[in-house]
């Protein structure tokens, strides 16, 4: 068996990455067209044009490493996505439909934030000066659309989930 170094975990934990941008491309354009809230929606489909560029970024880290860009299933991303299309099933019409899909957007933002921190932190280790510019790139992204997404709720979207006027 091959050692396993850091390289090879920095290597995984990318292609898992990988894969969940990739899906998530997908996800957010249903979300954004289940979203009642046309500022949900707006903040969906503005999320979905920064990850397509967040997938160009990994495919230049990938460049970087001198690996070919490629996902492997990502567990934890699917069982997000699996329990937003729940909440779109369930909740379709009803007051708390966006909060609960908004809550899953959130999800998977704190799954990214989490994953790009640590994909920046290896980077810094190993030296790969570039990778951690493009890594914090994704990663202050991806923080920016949490706030955005937290103050959304906040103002508006858990208001009319309980029928209040916001």
Known sequence: ?????????????L?????????????????AKAAQNPELKAAFEQHE???????????QVFELIGKRPR??????????????????DEFKGSPAHDAGLLAAAQAVEHYEISRYGTLKAWAEKLGMDEAVTL????LQEETA??????????????????????
Do not use: P, W
Not at 15 to 31: C, F, G, P, Q, S
Not at 135 to 138: A, F, G, P, R
Not at 146 to 166: F, H, P, Q, R, Y
């Open 1 to 13: 068996m091959a050692d396993k170094t850091l390289d090879t975990l920095f290597h995984e934990t």
């Open 15 to 31: 292609k898992d990455v990988y894969y969940a941008e990739k899906k998530l491309t997908t996800n957010l354009r249903k979300m």
């Open 49 to 59: 044009e920064e990850t397509q560029g967040q997938v160009e970024r990994l495919n």
């Open 71 to 88: 996902g492997k299933t990502c567990d934890a991303i699917e069982g997000i996505i699996s329990e937003a299309s729940e909440i779109m």
């Open 135 to 138: 890594l914090d790139q994704t």
């Open 145 to 166: 659309t949490d706030e955005k997404l937290t103050m959304l709720a906040e103002s508006v979207i858990n208001s009319a989930a309980t029928g209040e006027a916001a």
